[in-house]
């Protein structure tokens, strides 16, 4: 199949309606030629996207009640019906972002296989989180009367995406999937880098919405300037949560925007994070080529725009990491710059490397070569010393792309302070072995306070999707470190806890009655009850 079976409409979709906007047209850009592609992109005025908020709040009563079982297949849905079209969404992604069609077939079967994971959180119910604390009319001095929690949805929930994951942290993709799970509607603020991979992923979400019988309002995909239409979103009263990804600009402007509405909402954005990874004497004792290639391919990988690369890199002082990071120049030489995902994001990225080329103590350790397309500039590894590092905050700003700061570091105290002189960020890996433990433990206590996940021997690029995962930490990272924007912990953002206390049975909403015909795994009195034992089922 190709790109041909499909035709772009190229207009927004409000509450299942193709909607061309009032507001002027935008393009999609090859970032390999800078040729623009087809079709132009309406943009939505003001009053068109009041017409998709409305929808989401008409839909919230519908959606935030729908049974466990169809609320699954819905997911499940949006999944098949993306795949059914995976070919061309590739296709037009790649000419979009520049992004190489193996790395984006990969993107996109993570992005399905996390709308099949939350539709199966969704159908055991553990997020929604129910506790019955059963009356206790004799209880002294006080009678306890009947308490029961559970968590419902926030409401309409307003997402944006990243440029450099159009399927993973875009239309569809971790937040989308996430404020659906918890019940929310949602209304997409397209990414204009990736406007017809948006359109593709758009319409497989809404024919979701109409073939499962939910409220159209369920889903609408807007196209409009961030600044302009974006935060005209996050200002509408209907919305009540924001998901975000992308720059440290962009997500602070929309935290802003958020805190200053009469009626404040939450943010969660994932933003900044240049991922420190710290390497012990024990680290360069094997082959230093072998270990260097693994260095340059996590760095380069994506052309380097990826929110977990190895940003900088604590090498020990003294001839292994000298030899390590000669092995490094001879890794890099062979590295060829990569297509950027648009122009200003490779202009950026010049003017970062420019920029921390220029710091008084920083110099060129290693350098690859300009790729041979328009926004392809060559990767670079920069290196200074923790004196350096400690006193020049430049240091620590991300350069999104293929660009990384080796730092030699001489006793484990420097260590400890370049740790804790550091932002907040996604990840901290640790190259060791056993010999290290004792000198690494109180390095670990310094980076649980500043990162979402720590690593052992390996590299920060590639983060799963399961239970367990954390893609989060302090600001910058993200505007909220309590909790994570990939993996099934991440459904938890968009629901709050309502308590229900004497409520008659028949007035209970389904999860929290005692016959429990959801079979949820409940806390009762205290106890956790699973679901499908004769206890958990029992009133
Ligand atoms: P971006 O430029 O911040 O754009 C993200 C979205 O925000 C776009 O839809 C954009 O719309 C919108 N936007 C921009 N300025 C806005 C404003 N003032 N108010 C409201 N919305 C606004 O980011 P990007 O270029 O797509 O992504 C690259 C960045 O994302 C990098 O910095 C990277 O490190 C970061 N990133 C972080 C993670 C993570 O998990 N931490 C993951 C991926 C990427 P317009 O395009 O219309 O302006």
Known sequence: MSTQTITLSGHSIIAGRE?????????????????????????????????????????????SSLDPGSHAAFLERIAANIEAVGPELVERASAETGLPGPRLQGELARTTGQLRLFASVVRQGDHRGVRIEPALPERTPLPRPDLRQRRIPLGPVAVFGASNFPFAFSTAGGDTASALAAGCPVIFKAHNAHPGTGEIVGRALTDAVAECGLHPGVFSLVYGPGASIGQALVKDPVIKAVGFTGSRGA?????????????????????????????????????????????????????????????????PSGEAGDAFLAAVGRALADAEGATMLTPGIADSCRAGIDALGSQEGVEVVARGREGSTA???????????????????????????????????????????????????????????????????????????????????????????????????????????RTTSVGTLAIERFLRPVAYQNIPGS?????????????????????????????????
């Open 251 to 315: 997500g602070t402007a929309l935290m802003a925007t958020a805190a200053a509405r009469p009626e404040p909402i939450p943010v969660y954005a994932e933003m900044s994070s240049i991922n420190p990874v710290f390497l012990f004497d024990s680290a360069l004792r094997g082959d230093a080529d072998e270990f260097a290639r693994a260095y340059v391919t996590s760095l380069t990988g994506s052309s380097g725009q990826l929110c977990t690369n190895p940003g900088l890199l604590f090498v």
């Open 507 to 539: 007035l209970l909403p389904a999860a929290l009655q005692d016959a429990n015909p959801w079979r949820l795994n409940r806390r009762v009195d205290g106890r956790i009850q699973l679901a499908g034992t004769a206890e958990g089922d029992r009133a």
């Open 19 to 63: 909607t061309p906007g009032n507001a002027g047209t935008t393009r999609g850009i090859d970032p390999a030629t800078n040729a623009q592609l087809e079709p132009a992109y309406t943009l939505v005025d003001e009053a068109q996207l009041a017409e998709a908020t409305a929808a989401a709040e008409d839909a919230v009563a519908s959606f």
């Open 375 to 481: 926004n392809a500039p060559a990767p670079v590894v920069f290196g200074t010393e923790v004196p350096t590092f400690l006193t020049n905050p430049v240091l620590q700003e991300e350069i999104f792309g293929a660009s990384s700061l080796a730092i030699r570091y001489g006793s484990v105290e420097e260590l400890l302070a370049a740790a804790a002189r550091m932002e907040g960020q996604l990840t901290a890996s640790l190259f060791l072995s056993e010999e290290d433990h004792a000198t690494a433990a109180p390095l670990l206590s310094v980076l649980e306070r500043k990162v979402g996940r720590i690593l052992a021997n390996g590299w920060p690029t590639g983060v799963d999707v399961g239970d367990a995962m954390v893609h989060g930490g302090p600001f910058p990272a993200t505007s909220d470190s």
